[in-house]
């Protein structure tokens, strides 16, 4: 059954202490959230390595970020997030092969990532580029027995489908945020669970409210707080036989760590709900 698990850094953002941080929480599993680029090579990385090896915690999958991305409001994400920006695209392209490289040092079997907004052309020269960028690095991936997970929510499942299938990787897969696609206004998380079911190789447990007006973004809230229909949620990944983790990320808000542990319990009390019909496999 499920195993509930944590975005690492929602606990503690100190990406050294937040491993035993986790543990001490009773977790055995967690997401990686992204780090300074200057970690990939520099000494933070043998501490890193050596702090998530000695927590003994599954690291599912390793987030990719890079310096100088800013989630603050729609523009700004569309200027600095992820490999969609065309004049970043080659340097990305080696700072996430480096993270290839580390989460094999961690033993963590997947990448994931915001790829940033795709470009909305799709048989333009910049879309077929990034195409061929993701496509080394799920080749990349795969030379590493890895998988590469692809972030929901900044675009709609329809879209994010025909991307995935332009890649044509078997190693390719998605990250599912329900909350996402309510906070960017993309789609219904239910309806874009259902297209996107055998994609689904990790869950985000998130939950937000969609913006009051087109062109914001929505506000994430806790788990159970917004308009994540979370037994829906369940239920449906149950159908699909969906056996991964459920990893609560809960990204702002005061009281992040009291969120996250509440999170917890809703989900295991809705877990004890699915097994008891037996729902999932
Ligand atoms: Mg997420």
Known sequence: ??????????????RLKAFQAARDHGF????????????????????????????????????VGYDGQDY????????TVGLAIPELRAH??????????LARDVGAPSLGTHLGFLPEDETSASYRGLVETVRTVADRCAASHQTLHLETGQESADTLL???????????GINFDPANFL????????????????LVRGVHCKDGIPPLQPGVLGEE?????????????????????????????????????????????????????????????
């Open 221 to 281: 809230v806790p788990l159970g707080a917004g308009r994540v229909h979370v037994p829906a949620l369940l239920a449906q990944l149950a159908v699909l036989g969906y056996t991964g983790a459920l990893v609560i990320e809960r990204e702002g808000g005061p009281t992040a760590v009291a969120d996250i542990l509440a999170a917890r319990d809703y989900l295991r009390r809705l877990r004890g709900g699915v097994e008891a019909i037996g729902g999932a496999g």
């Open 1 to 14: 059954m499920w195993e509930i698990g944590v975005m690492l850094n929602n606990l503690e953002p100190d």
């Open 72 to 79: 603050r409001d729609l523009p700004t994400i569309a200027r």
């Open 183 to 198: 906070l960017y206004g993309t789609d219904d998380p239910s309806s874009a669970l259902q297209k996107l079911g055998p």
């Open 28 to 63: 055995r599993v967690v997401h990686t959230n992204t780090l300074r680029e200057a970690w990939l090579t520099g000494p933070e990385r043998v501490a890193y390595v050596a702090a998530a090896r000695a927590s003994g915690l599954r690291i599912d999958t390793m987030f």
């Open 162 to 172: 025909r991307f995935v299938r332009a890649l044509d990787r078997a190693n390719v």
């Open 92 to 101: 990305r392209l080696q700072v996430t092969l480096a993270y290839s490289d």
